[in-house]
């Protein structure tokens, strides 16, 4: 008798391209199995849970200043999006693309 694996669920690719998709899978896949075991998804899901608070803060602050802010607040928001497409691109691709700063905290929560 052959022995036959089956794969179900998704790729660890495709979960951690999933994760940069608003915040509910990120959750969702740091709290269910397997996905919560494997440190490259952690990672991405760390990473995005951490890009949405920033861009989420940011964007207040910057809704908050008159004018300046205002002036800042598109540019900010082309420069998220360039961002974001990049790191989902990486991670569909299985490869890690550490932001600034947030990059590092999400490495240390993922314990990777």
């Known amino acids: ?4 694996t089956v ?3 998704l790729s660890d690719n495709a979960a951690s391209g999933l994760a940069y ?4 899978p990120a959750i969702i896949f740091l709290v ?9 998804v952690r990672f991405h899901c ?7 608070i920033v861009c989420i ?11 300046v802010g205002w002036i800042i607040l598109p540019l900010f928001a082309l420069l ?10 990486k991670a569909f691709n299985g490869q890690r693309f550490k932001i600034p700063v947030i990059g590092d905290f ?5 314990g990777a």
């Open 80 to 89: 998220i999006l360039i961002v974001w497409i990049l790191c989902i691109v």
């Open 57 to 67: 803060v940011i964007d207040v602050v910057l809704t908050i200043i008159p004018f």
């Open 1 to 4: 008798m052959p022995d036959e």
């Open 46 to 52: 760390w990473q995005s849970i951490f890009l949405g």
């Open 32 to 40: 269910v199995a397997p996905y919560n075991q494997k440190a490259n």
């Open 7 to 9: 794969q179900t669920g």
């Open 106 to 110: 999400a490495a240390k929560q993922a």
């Open 21 to 24: 998709f608003t915040l509910i």
